[in-house]
């Protein structure tokens, strides 16, 4: 027992704490993870229903926080990259990996509907579920750490590793304004025709609430729709 | 003040502010946004404090000591940050079974536990094969061009489809929306 807390005073190393900026800072991550708590559940994105909806194709609220999300990002970073103010921290593209990874990840989301960053968000508002998910999460990360161990599994994911790459480097673009050009074109298009549909179904779906409501006679339970 | 009251912001501007909370995260932090790595170094955390001996000897740990950092903050910092804008807009609600899972799977209330610890399972296990969940690996690559992020975008989305399709089978359509 002693020993366990011990341990556990080992895991906060005090010195940490003292900036704001730089990757290791407790303060800097608290900071943008409370601005990001506040921006997701703004959204209304912290939710089982949104989560869900998405992937039986009747609630498309994430893919139009999305939509400008990439589109805004993308150009933002790639100029403050040019003018030298941040730099970037490309991830390793492992094709296999990534593949598998995210059918894993994609049939997860679909049964437990909460993703790491949404898990947390929903925990803070009240859905007791999304601690459970959370743990389940942790428990996965234990799960694959132990088997990465043992087993090949690192040798049989990691076939096609491409590195550290990005789109203009492999197509050899002389410059990777022509991708964002495009890119955000094709979001700015997607993004007017998915918005378009998504108020047609909000449309349509408040239109079932009432006919279902006149036809059975008494109150349905409507969730309020705030705008 | 007023606007942080409201229940819902425009879906436009929350894109652009999280594209803008990205940024401040690339200028302030110098690391992508990410989520998944705060739970790999919380089940370092775990494994180190309950079996010491056992997890110097797991080589994938090395990437992740047990050392609260930056990623675990990030986690904290959403739970309350979400607490607090949903308590100040008066959403703030205990539930355990949400109202779509309802419809699709009856209101018991050990089902849905079991079942979202069994989806996350797969998630830590899926995030950890593709070195990214969808705040790390997806957003943060696609905004910096990278393959990985595309790749993770479009097999999440099949992975997504197909488990809906094959989990809920004839109650996927639900006849209400969130």
């Known amino acids: ?227 | 003040m007023n606007y942080l009251k409201k229940k819902q912001w425009w879906l436009f501007t929350v894109g652009v502010l999280f594209a803008l909370l990205e940024l401040l995260s690339f200028y302030m932090s110098k690391r992508p946004l990410g989520a998944s790595r705060g739970y790999a170094v919380i089940g370092s955390i775990i494994e180190y404090v309950l079996f010491p001996e056992h997890a110097k000897t797991v080589a994938y740990w090395n990437a992740y000591e047990p050392v609260i950092e930056w990623t675990v903050a990030v986690l904290v910092g959403i739970v309350s940050g979400s607490m607090f804008s949903s308590v100040y807009s008066g959403e703030f609600k205990l539930t355990v079974v949400p109202q779509m899972w309802k419809t699709s799977k009856g209101s018991s209330v050990m089902r849905r536990l079991i079942w979202a610890f069994i989806g996350g399972v797969m998630i830590g296990f899926g995030s950890r094969l593709a070195m990214g969940c969808t705040l790390g690996m997806l957003i943060s690559g696609v905004i910096q061009l990278t393959p990985a992020g595309f790749i993770f975008m479009m097999s999440l989305w099949m992975g997504g489809m197909l488990m809906t399709v094959l989990f809920y089978r004839l109650r996927t359509v639900t006849l209400h929306r969130g």
């Not at chain 1, 303060?27 to 992937?55: N, P, T, W």
């Not at chain 1, 049989?156 to 890119?183: C, K, Y």
């Not at chain 1, 700015?188 to 079932?208: N, R, V």
Request: aromatic share 14%; net charge neutral; glycine share 12%.
């Open chain 1, 1 to 227: 027992m002693d020993g366990i807390l011990m341990r556990l005073k080992d895991t906060f190393d005090p010195s940490t704490i003292e900036a704001v900026r730089g990757p290791a800072s407790l303060y800097g991550g608290l900071i943008v993870g409370f601005l990001l708590g506040i921006v997701l559940q703004k959204g209304r994105l912290g939710k089982f229903d949104i989560v869900s909806g998405m992937f039986r194709m009747q609630d498309f609220t994430f893919w139009r926080v999305g939509t400008p999300l990439l589109m805004f990002g993308m150009v933002l970073i790639y100029f403050f990259k040019d003018i030298g103010v941040v730099e970037l921290y490309l991830p390793r593209t492992v094709v296999l990996a990534q593949l598998f990874g995210g059918v894993l990840f994609g049939a997860g989301l679909a049964i437990a509907g909460y993703c790491p960053a949404i898990a947390a968000c929903a925990l803070g508002e009240g859905a007791l579920d999304a601690f459970v998910a959370m743990a389940g999460i942790v428990f996965g990360s234990i799960l694959y750490a132990e088997m990465y161990d043992g087993t090949q599994l690192d040798k049989i994911v990691s076939f096609i590793d491409l590195g550290r790459v990005t789109f203009p480097e492999i197509f050899l673009v002389f410059n990777h304004w022509f991708f964002i050009m495009g890119f955000v074109f094709m979001c700015a298009m997607f993004l007017l025709g998915i918005s378009m549909y998504d108020e047609f179904l909000k449309a349509s779906f408040s239109l079932i609430d009432k006919v279902g409501e006149k036809l059975s006679g008494s109150k349905v339970e409507r969730r309020k729709q705030p705008r």
